[in-house]
């Protein structure tokens, strides 16, 4: 379960940041493809609260 949730943040990083480098530099179309995989990878791999985390573990 951890896993996920650092795959799943680290997914949200690495696209954050790819939005953030190409901002002035792709179409909107681009752009919104970028935004529909993140939607897809959180719903996934949701991120968990920390008390949701706790209780998966247990």
Do not use: C, F
Request: avoid cysteine; aromatic fraction near 6%.
């Amino acid at each position: 379960m951890r896993t996920e949730l650092a795959m799943s943040a680290a997914l949200d990083a690495i696209l954050e940041e790819a939005l953030r480098l190409l901002d002035n530099d792709i179409s909107e179309e681009v752009r919104w493809g970028l935004e529909v995989i993140a939607s897809l990878a959180r719903y996934k791999h949701p991120i968990r609260t920390y008390e949701e985390e706790e209780e998966a573990i247990d």
